[in-house]
């Protein structure tokens, strides 16, 4: 992969956000943004391997989102937040854009109800009551037979 001088810090952003990419590492943010935790409380909740759990955390310390301190024979876990906010940092360019583009989506369609709005033709208030179709419907037959004889005065 190739990196631009403009953007020295492009391998750090991603490998922010490839460690972000996992389900499993973000809880572990979440979790360590309450308070730090041992290796062992952290790895309790997740169902997996020791082991399995610590290429978890590697990831995450390689990125510098979190810092590992020994005390005796535990291993402390803590949140380190710089490198998520120059991940924010980075996308708030792009939200800005998108920000952008959506309000002036929004003034369009504005625009357009508006227009659409004076162009309509005034309705006419309805006389009476009529069918939607614009043809002529034949009388139905009655029920009465042939006509019968008339009265002679």
């Known amino acids: 992969m190739v990196h631009s ?4 810090d492009a391998d750090a952003l ?12 973000r809880t572990v ?6 308070r730090s935790l041992s290796v062992t409380e952290l790895a309790e909740p997740h169902g997996m391997s020791l082991t399995g759990f610590m290429k978890h955390l590697r ?15 535990i291993v402390r876990c803590e949140l380190s937040p710089r490198p998520m906010q120059e991940a924010a940092v980075w996308l708030s360019r792009y939200e800005k ?7 002036a989506l929004a ?13 309509l033709p005034p309705e ?10 614009a043809g002529t419907t034949a009388s139905r037959p009655t029920k009465s037979g042939a006509r ?5 005065r």
């Open 5 to 8: 001088a403009a953007h020295p």
């Open 14 to 25: 991603d490998a922010v956000f490839a460690a972000l990419s996992d389900s499993t590492r």
């Open 29 to 34: 943010l979440e979790t360590l943004g309450e």
């Open 59 to 73: 990831v995450l310390e390689d990125a510098g989102l979190i810092s590992r301190t020994k005390e005796g024979r």
């Open 97 to 103: 854009f998108w920000t952008g583009r959506l309000d």
């Open 107 to 119: 003034r369009f369609l504005y625009h357009q109800e508006e227009t659409e709005w004076q162009t």
């Open 124 to 133: 006419t208030p309805p006389s009476a009551p009529r069918s939607p179709s």
């Open 148 to 152: 019968g004889p008339s009265r002679k």
